[in-house]
Structures are given as structure tokens and as C-alpha cells.
């Protein structure tokens, strides 16, 4: 049973670039959650996809965005990237019957 | 603006010893709660979640809950060197958005 995979696993970008990242939830999860953690800190929630919709959003400006594919694959979007945007970023996916959150590995977006 | 507390440490127990953790939330109407286990450069991996209010065991974890008095623990038995990692305290609201506190490290000395 193949987890919650992410890719890239690290990337560097320049201040104003624009940036992709892509997860793919675990077998039987149609919901995907993702999540930007800074060094030191705790996750926090940037939006959440569910039928190719996002259903909750997190307080992240519109640079940030996503979409989810009707694999339920998901990709999360960031423009105009700024030095604050370098972080762990996550993705979660759910187990509907238990409400139990799994992470990927995370992509680290370093911005110089 | 919901919050979830933990003492950010570190911790510092003896091998073998007891490690308890901490953590409060702000919301009186939470109802689901998560622990998770954070090590350096790695994602976070779900230890235990917890319902019910009392305790939950899981081999050498122990959650406890207390919704009245809004806080959850996790305590670990017989600790080792390989539990030295943050430990992340998880709250669920409305809609399975997790609001994380900001995690205790734990160190575990041989």
C-alpha cells in the first residue's frame, strides 16, 4: 500500500519565481490537506481539497493555490515567492473512517 | 483564533524513565485529538489520537484526555534513546483541519 508520496523533495527558487508542488494521497484517500511548516515551528494549514474542490482554507494570501485532479493527486501552487515562503510543506491525507491525518515527507522550498 | 500550547522544552529524560508531554487547546468544543512524532528533517508520523476523555495505551504510549479541563498528555514508558524527537500535539476543528502547537523536543539520555 504506497503511502502519501510528494515531489520534489527539495528545490531552491529566487525571490519573485513561482513554484509547483505535487502529492499523490495514500490508496483510498480522496481528501488532501496541505501544510507549510517553518523551521521550529508546528504545521499550519494552508487548504484542503476534496472532489476537486477546495473546501477550507487556512490564513495563506492568494499567492498560495492548488488543485486536485480527479485521481485525487493535488498540486500546490506558490507565486511571487518571498524568503518567508521557505518552509516544510506537507501534504495529509486522510483516512475517512478515522479521521487519522498521514503526511508525506514534505517538500523543502528553500528561497534565496 | 484557536490555539493549541506545548512547553517547546527541551525535555530531558534518563533512558528508561517516564516522559510525560504536554499540551492545552483553546477550544472547549474540540473533540478529536492527535499526537504526532516529528524527527529532524522528517515529516510528522502519527503516534495516537484520542476521542475520550480518560486514558488510551498503545504499547508504551499512553494519551490522556481531559476535555474539562481542555488538556491532553502523552506519556512514554520506558523510554529510549530513539524517542528523542518533537512531539507534536494536534487538535481537529470543523471540516478535519488539524491546528498544531508548536511541539515539545524530547531527549531521551542513554
Known sequence: DAGVTQSPTHLIKTRGQQVTLRCSPKSGHDTVSWYQQALGQGPQFIFQYYEEEERQRGNFPDRFSGHQFPNYSSELNVNALLLGDSALYLCATRNGNTGELFFGEGSRLTVL | ?110
Open chain 2, 1 to 110: 483564533q484557536k490555539e493549541v500550547e506545548q512547553n517547546s522544552g527541551p525535555l530531558s529524560v534518563p533512558e528508561g524513565a517516564i516522559a510525560s508531554l504536554n499540551c492545552t487547546y483553546s477550544d472547549r468544543g474540540s473533540q478529536s485529538f492527535f499526537w504526532y512524532r516529528q524527527y529532524s528533517g522528517k515529516s510528522p508520523e502519527l503516534i495516537m489520537f484520542i476521542y475520550s476523555n480518560g486514558d488510551k495505551e498503545d504499547g508504551r504510549f499512553t494519551a490522556q484526555l481531559n476535555k474539562a479541563s481542555q488538556y491532553v498528555s502523552l506519556l512514554i514508558r520506558d523510554s529510549q534513546p530513539s524517542d528523542s524527537a518533537t512531539y507534536l500535539c494536534a487538535v481537529m476543528e470543523y471540516g478535519n483541519k488539524l491546528v498544531f502547537g508548536a511541539g515539545t523536543i524530547l531527549r531521551v539520555k542513554s
